[in-house]
């Protein structure tokens, strides 16, 4: 089932409807456009529920949540718009800071934010990923949320697809980005990488179970901080 990020169902009463209960562990995927959000929340899903770019088409306007049960529990998959969008583009970049700041806000009424994935794409560290994780992580959630870190387009990486991390995880230290867990993952579903699709959605999901908090993490709203940008 797909649902569209609505945080509240009012009833006509002063007294709102909570949709999302606290029983329910609220992941929020976060990163640059063309990172593969989309594609490795599919991965959890185990179909391609969640529409993934075709080319320099941005698929993701708006925060959309994935429901799903992993090992008895209920996850809310959020998918975000991509950051990083020029000016102009099909969602600007100082839109998605936006909406990325109202979905935790408004989390924080409906249960809070238990988990970050943060996703890149296999390739060096840039600027841009410091400043995603800043934003994110200590400007948005004031550093007390588990982040980890997701990295897609793995497949061609030697020996195993781990590799990458084993060689650039010094550089993202360097930049002060430290996260609770890591996964290297393949999740483009081709003729000849099934077994690398397989391995990837085990990792995946278990990175999530691991590492989600019991009770998600509330943040005290303040009418100012609407102004961040990237």
């Not at 993952?185 to 908090?213: F, P, T």
């Not at 009418?223 to 961040?228: H, N």
């Amino acid at each position: 089932m797909i649902v569209r990020y609505q945080p509240f169902l009012w009833t006509g009463s002063n007294q709102p409807y909570r949709i999302l209960q606290q029983s329910v562990l609220n992941v929020i995927f976060f990163g640059e456009t063309g990172a593969g959000k989309s594609s490795v929340i599919n991965l959890i899903l185990g179909s391609d529920k969640a529409k993934v770019a075709d080319g320099q088409v941005v698929v993701t306007l708006e925060s959309t949540v994935y429901p799903v049960k992993l090992d008895g529990k209920t996850y809310n998959l959020y998918d975000t718009a991509g950051l990083g969008e020029p000016s102009g583009g099909t969602v600007d970049n100082a839109t998605a800071v936006g909406n990325l700041y109202r979905l935790v806000s408004d989390l924080s009424y409906s249960g809070g934010v238990n988990l970050l994935v943060f996703v890149v794409c296999c390739g060096r560290v840039t600027g841009a990923m410091r400043k995603s994780y800043g934003l994110f992580y200590h400007g948005f959630c004031d550093s007390k949320v588990p982040i980890v870190i997701v990295v897609t387009r793995c497949e061609y990486v030697e020996p195993t697809m781990d590799r990458w991390w084993i060689d650039n995880e010094v550089s993202f230290t360097r930049d002060g980005m430290s996260f609770n867990g890591h996964v290297c993952v393949c999740a483009w579903k081709g003729r000849y990488n099934e077994d690398l699709v397989q391995e990837s959605e085990g990792v995946v999901k278990q990175l999530i179970v691991q590492h989600c908090m019991p009770n998600g993490w509330k943040k005290v709203c303040h009418p100012q901080s609407r102004g961040l940008e990237l």
